[in-house]
């Protein structure tokens, strides 16, 4: 098993989401993560989906999301193809700064940002990848967190041939 990122470039529409999720659901592979947002280019959106799986397995996921509806070119990237990063928002007591350096120590090692300072939580944020988000998460733990909140991974992919290529030759077409 190894992890792999897929992405897909479609229209944005309705139902589509259901569709594409429904190729993972029938092979029985759960999604680690799942980020869906607009792409560069006007009118095309873009899946950004985690698994993990062997190479024939994500080869045959790529040819089935291929074949759906509305689906333009789906993609397979190893984690050493794409430079990627997740967002995570940790809502922790106020006092926790107050109570001596251990919590701003804490956030400055992490080099986690405070977004928001109110008299009864504050709000951090840390951009990086799940293996940091998770420790800082863990770290806080001990000073305790009223509430945590992890997007899914964003990713822009390295070898740029393959994607630009397929892009330029669908802007072509339309």
């Known amino acids: 098993m190894e992890q ?7 229209e944005n529409k309705t139902g589509l989401l259901s569709r594409v999720v429904s190729v993972f659901t029938r092979r029985h592979i759960n999604i680690d993560s799942l980020t869906v947002s ?22 045959k996921l790529v040819a089935q999301l291929d074949k759906q509806v509305d689906v333009i070119k ?8 794409i430079v990627y990063q997740e967002i995570a928002l940790y ?23 405070i977004l928001e300072i109110n008299p009864e939580f504050i709000v951090l944020e840390k951009t990086g990848h799940p293996e940091e988000t998770e420790a800082l998460r863990l770290h806080l733990e001990k000073t305790g967190i009223y509430e945590f909140s992890r997007s899914g991974r964003i990713a822009i ?12 030759s669908f802007e072509a077409h339309n």
């Open 91 to 113: 809502k922790i007591p106020a006092d926790a700064l107050s109570s001596g350096g251990q919590t701003e120590t804490i956030i400055r090692r992490f080099n986690a940002r």
């Open 38 to 59: 607009r792409s560069s280019i006007e009118g095309i959106h873009r899946f950004t989906i985690v698994v993990q799986v062997d190479q024939e397995m994500v080869e």
């Open 4 to 10: 792999f990122t897929i992405t897909v470039f479609s």
């Open 74 to 81: 789906a993609f397979f990237y190893r984690n050493e193809e």
């Open 157 to 168: 992919v390295r070898p740029m041939e393959k994607l630009n290529n397929y892009l330029k």
